[in-house]
């Protein structure tokens, strides 16, 4: 189900900035759009990783470094099937983490100092067995592509709004400028709504897989809520482009901001995975 909506949500992506593209500049402007979104795509794919690595000053580190944290990512790993990914820690306190990479043979596990100082063996299991099931799922390069869809669509509104502003001449070209305004702020508008369900509907389908990876939904729900009251003490220096990448929020969103939020209350994720351990 989950797989099905994140392809609807892509598809209709896809068809924003086709029709944004086309408000623009008809075929032409079509083609410019998908020429931006082709090179945007491009180098996503090949250097998103790191890009973000090395916003956060991660360290990749030796079994003989962090052993613990290793030992938990190669067991999950060969039990999950998957290339043994890189494994770097983050220099900050609040416990977070994220897996980035464009397939499983280039993929990183990232965790915060915070993280290995707060969670036990078997939240961080939890916590790991999340990540890697981005990791199998796909969620990564699926995030990138959305992520980069989602950028391109707000460049071309921009660009839509300042053509529509300036559509100079008689009413006819005015009520033209005005259409294209308001198709640039709906596109805009619907673009972050979609990023943003593409990214719930991954979390929810990375909490299920994990559970079944790691065999202990308790584990990773007791891990959620710990991470979630260390956020709200502690906060992550992220930046907001990146926050749907990380296994919680790094930033507190309450009441209705929070349904612009990249990622599923915490409580609605804890929830699901107690039905799962009832079952």
Do not use: C
């Not at 989950?2 to 896809?14: D, S």
């Not at 071309?156 to 005005?178: E, K, P, Q, T, V």
């Amino acid at each position: 189900m989950n797989t099905a909506k994140t392809a609807l949500l892509m598809i209709v992506l896809t068809g924003l900035f086709i029709g944004i593209g086309y408000a623009i500049g008809q075929e032409a402007g079509m083609i410019i759009a998908f020429g931006l979104a082709f090179l945007m795509n491009v180098f996503s794919y090949w250097f998103s990783d790191k890009i973000v690595l090395a916003m956060y000053r991660a360290k990749e580190v030796t079994e003989a470094e962090a052993p613990a944290l290793y030992r938990s990512v190669r067991r999950l790993t060969q039990r999950a099937d998957l290339p043994m990914p890189r494994v770097y820690i983050i220099p900050q306190a609040a416990p977070n983490a994220f897996a980035t990479g464009r397939n499983p043979r280039h993929a990183a596990v990232a965790v915060t100092q915070g993280l290995l100082q707060t969670l036990g063996d078997d939240e961080l299991e939890g916590v790991i067995a999340h990540e890697l099931s981005h990791v199998g799922n796909r969620d990564i390069l699926i995030g990138t592509i959305a992520a980069t869809l989602a950028g391109a669509i707000m460049i071309l509104s921009r660009l839509a709004m300042f053509a529509g502003m300036f559509f100079g001449g008689g009413r006819g070209r005015r009520d033209g400028g005005i259409g294209i305004i308001f198709v640039a702020i709906f596109g805009a508008i619907a673009a972050v709504l979609i990023q943003m369900a593409i990214s719930r509907s991954r979390e929810y389908q990375a909490d299920a897989s994990a559970a079944r990876l790691s065999g202990n939904p308790r584990a990773l729900a007791r891990a959620l809520q710990a991470l979630q009251r260390s956020s709200q003490r502690v906060p992550l220096k992220a930046d907001p482009a990146t926050s749907h990448m990380f296994i919680v929020n790094p930033f507190t969103r309450k009441g209705i901001v929070s349904l612009f939020s990249t990622h599923p209350p915490v409580e609605e994720r804890i929830q699901r995975l107690q039905r799962m351990q009832q079952g």
